[in-house]
């Protein structure tokens, strides 16, 4: 009756002996793409949500994007954003080689220029409010900022995790923990720069278009 | 940046204050008496016999995955009963307040009920029955029995499994505490747009729902990233993915959609949240906002959601059926791929819940087309369960009687759900009780195979077999109650009836909604000898204790190769897998009873209380956000962050338990009658349950004697 026939009763193995080691890195990292998933979920909801306030009814005769985004001010911050990545990049060559200093210095550079980042784009939100322009303004508004914010959100958990992880590197050395937690927030911190591609390209650079 | 709302605000209690405790409403006063006495009561007991080390040590901080799966559905059965009362005071207040001349009680104008108050239990009952019954009780099941049935000695994240359950509990906890401090939302299970917005509805209610949401919503993502984990992860050698139990591949394909669904729920409440603290304008009927984003991202995460709960009850299903047929499952592979078929179909029909809305032709046609393909996979379910059953050696047992009468159920739902596909149709039923009728036959589906379920595996996670008298009188009565209560409601559908009605014009309606009162009283019925079957098991359970590590006699998975009730380190040694029903194949060819010669060391992690302190946190989080505390918020918040960097400081050794030492309970296990019991350490290890010195032949040594 069982499908398996071909496999002889007398001889099969029963138990897995040694026990098969599960790649206690690579489970972990799987994980951690999984919730990146569900996170891209939820940015996918902001940007059609976005889209879908975009429509000149949703500026409630208020601020429209051509008024709101300063793509030149965004460039700038997209320069220090992948300036932040590639200095990550660098801590983890630091890390196959085992360099505790490398991966240090590599994580300092990611902080400092992510703290950049959130700098050049706190300004801009502060001179939008200046003009009035703040999301209870209007709909748009509310999905603009909404949006940005979400993303800065999530940069200032990434500079909180990266402190945590230079505390451990150099406490504890490249144990199997502090290496599987390196390899995540290293999607962690490309994610977010992936994520802002889209949000220069949709935000900035198409609603810079949008001058009426 | 905070918004004006009307009423007075404290630093120290914001909007609370002793107003919001509603005890002049007679109802909650009882309501909260008894609950008050119910805890007392069980606190007292567990104090009385000294078992509060017990229960934190062995339960509430426990990482195992069978503890943390039946700590779900015990959870998931108390919800149900919650909304069950919900649905009895619906019913009860709809046959009262029939035609103009009904009298009024305690306030309301006809019925017993108040409109407002009506609303909150509905919108209570439904938040509920999906969301912190019918959702728990699967996750618990497919916590407690994918890794056992590939194999695994654990989920891939034992840690996260904790957090996830403790984060809905959270949620579970701000659903409840609702019913006494403050009030719940009355606009509806979906949040009904714009009527949730600030504006409309000022009060706590729409709060504590859309904060219950998020919570439970974050808590129901982790779980599913766990079981895809330890699904794609932890699969024992051997076992394939044409090996996996039909069982895994639905929890699969459910936790896939669970995944990329609920963060989009999460989302679509949050911004809603931002209207009603921050101002801003997603929703609002002007200054931009568009209702129907909400109502559009709602049913993106709502009609994924009904699957998400539908397809682990076709596993279930798929358990049941062949066990209790004596056959293998008919059409493995069209059985596999129609699981991950529906999960992927599931996610382009989430119109048909809004056709009437406008959307023109070409929309409406093209969800009404792709609604119906779902009926494609399904209806290869349907006939793979029917030739399962041809010709096999059908027995009826409890949870197969579940399991057949969810198949009846699914008929029924599935054509009305086709019928409902329909624009042409849906324009003369939408938001006619005929939707509620759909839905509810379609829930029933998964709440009997959750029924049976629970009757299929307690004796494999506790060690006895639920009592059978009691079981099929639970079983008739449920049945019967169903097809009375839903009959009628189709009936009344199919009359124009509106949905969610605190007053009912037409006096011709009141025989059917008396049809409708019948079916839930025979729900009643139901329930007392649910909760029977539960006590006289527990009472008698040295009669129905399983003396084979397979408890049915001709079981096919790998669950049933360990013993019964399940050790807490699952398999001895990892089985290694060499057929598609392992277990089946072990027993047919004479090798059921084959036990490891040797036995190595088991390394397991620690119990940690963190989990319930994160959950703590995040109930203070949501408390203090309902009530605009923000420094409750703020510090249930900062607590949630500071336990998580302090999780990531200590490395968690866990600990090992030597080889030698899982010999002697094997052998236990093994021993001759009346000679085991000591050396047990099952999941259900409640101590009195483990005096019973039933007899206990070898284990695993085939069928157990049957009448
Ligand atoms: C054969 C597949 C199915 C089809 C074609 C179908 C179709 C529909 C349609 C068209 C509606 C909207 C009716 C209206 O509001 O006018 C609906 C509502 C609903 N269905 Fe189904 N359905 C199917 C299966 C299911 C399943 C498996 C479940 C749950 C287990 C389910 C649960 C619901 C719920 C909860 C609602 C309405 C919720 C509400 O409006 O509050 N359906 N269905
Ligand atoms: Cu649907």
Known sequence: MSQDAHVDSATAVLWDRGGTKHDMIATRTFGFWLYLLSDAMIVSSLFASYLVLGHRVNAAAGPSAGDVVHPIAAFWGTVLLFSAILAYGGAMVGLKRGDRRAVLAGLGGAFVLGAGFLFVEGRDFAELALHGMVPERSGYLSAFYTLVLYHGAHLVFGLLWIAVMMAQVARQGFTANVIYRLLNLKLFWFFQGFVWIYVFSFVYLTGALHVH | ?707
């Not at chain 2, 729409?206 to 932890?234: C, F, P, R």
């Not at chain 2, 046609?365 to 369960?385: D, E, H, Q, R, Y």
């Not at chain 2, 998964?446 to 006895?464: D, E, L």
């Not at chain 2, 559908?493 to 509106?498: E, L, R």
Request: hydrophobic share 50%.
């Open chain 2, 1 to 707: 940046m905070l918004v004006d709302y009307p009423g007075p605000w404290t630093f120290l209690l914001g909007r609370l204050d002793a107003r919001e405790i509603p005890l002049q409403n007679p109802i909650l006063l009882w309501t909260f008496v008894l609950v008050s006495v119910g805890a007392v009561a069980v606190i007292g007991a567990v104090t009385y016999y000294g078992s509060w080390g017990y229960l934190w040590r062995e339960w509430l901080t426990s990482l195992d995955h069978k503890r943390i799966g039946v700590m779900y559905c015990l959870l998931g059965v108390a919800m149900m009963f919650r909304g069950f009362i919900d649905g009895v005071m619906m019913r009860t207040q709809q046959l009262m307040a029939v035609g103009p001349k009904s009298p009024g009680y305690m306030g309301a104008l006809h019925g017993y009920l108040p409109p407002y108050h009506f609303g909150q239990i509905y919108s209570a009952h439904g938040t509920i029955m999906i969301l912190f019954a019918i959702t728990p009780i699967l996750v618990g099941i497919m916590n407690i029995i994918v890794p056992l049935q590939i194999g695994a000695r654990d989920m891939a994240y034992p840690y996260l499994n904790a957090m996830s359950f403790w984060l809905t509990a959270a949620a579970t906890g701000l659903v409840m505490i609702s019913l006494f401090v403050g009030d719940f939302s009355h606009a509806g299970w979906v949040g009904l747009s714009p009527l949730t917005e600030l504006a409309y509805s000022p009060g706590v209610g729409v709060d504590y729902w859309s904060w219950a949401v998020q919570i439970g919503g974050v808590g129901t993502t982790l779980a599913s990233i766990n079981i895809i984990a330890t699904i794609i992860k932890m699969r024992a050698p051997g076992m394939s993915w044409t090996r996996m139990p039909i069982f895994c591949w639905t929890a699969l394909s459910a936790s896939v959609v669970g995944l990329s669904s609920f963060p989009v729920l999460t989302a679509a409440v949050a911004l809603l949240s931002l209207d009603r603290y921050a101002g801003t304008h997603f929703f609002t009927p002007g200054l931009g906002g568009n209702l129907m984003l909400y109502t559009d991202l709602f049913w993106i995460w709502g009609h994924p959601e009904v699957y998400y709960v539908v397809l682990p009850a076709f596993g279930i299903l798929s358990e049941i059926i062949p066990t209790f047929s004596e056959k293998p499952l008919f059409g493995y592979v069209t059985m596999a791929a129609a699981s991950i078929a529906i999960g992927g179909v599931s996610w382009s029909v989430w119109l048909h819940h809004f056709f009437t809305m406008g959307a023109g032709p070409g929309v409406n046609a093209f969800f009404s087309i792709a609604s119906m393909l779902v009926g494609i996979p399904t209806g290869v379910k349907v006939f793979n369960w029917a030739f399962t059953l041809y010709r096999g050696r059908v027995r009826f047992d409890v949870p197969m009687l579940w399991a057949l009468g969810a198949l009846v159920l699914l008929l029924t739902g599935g054509l009305t759900g086709m019928m409902l596909a329909m624009p042409a149709i849906n324009y003369t039923v939408h938001n006619s009780v005929f939707v509620v009728a759909h839905f509810h036959n379609m829930l029933n589906v998964v709440g009997f195979a959750c029924f049976g379920a629970i009757n299929y595996w307690f004796p494999k996670v506790f060690g006895f077999r639920l009592d059978e008298r009691t079981g099929k009188l639970a079983f008739w009565f449920f049945s019967a109650g169903t097809v009375v209560l839903f009959g009628s409601m189709y009936a009344l559908g199919f009359m124009g009836m509106p949905r969610r009605m605190d007053y009912i014009p037409f006096t011709s309606w009141r025989p059917l909604l008396m049809g409708e009162e019948a079916g839930i009283l025979l729900f009643l019925v139901a329930s007392y000898y649910f909760v029977k079957q539960l006590f006289v098991s527990i009472r008698d359970r040295a009669k129905n204790r399983v003396t084979a590590s397979d408890a049915w006699g001709t079981s096919r998975s790998l669950e049933w190769l360990t013993h019964s009730p399940v050790p807490f380190y699952n398999f001895a040694v990892q089985p290694h897998i060499n057929s598609r029903d392992e277990w089946a194949w072990r027993r047919e060819h004479g090798l059921g009873h084959v036990r490891p010669d040797r036995y190595e060391d088991i390394h397991l992690p620690d119990n940690t209380p963190l989990p319930v302190m994160l959950g703590a946190c995040a109930f203070a989080l949501g408390f203090g956000l309902v009530w605009r505390m923000y420094w409750l918020a703020a510090s249930g918040l900062v607590g949630i962050v500071v336990l998580v960097i302090a999780r990531s400081f200590q490395d968690g050794p866990g600990h090992t338990v030597p080889g030698a030492r899982i010999r002697q309970m094997e052998a236990s296990y093994a021993a001759a009658p009346g000679e085991v019991g000591a050396a047990r350490d099952p999941v259900g290890g409640v101590a009195a349950w483990q005096t019973a010195s039933a007899p206990r032949p070898r284990a695993g040594d085939g069928r157990p004697a049957r009448p």
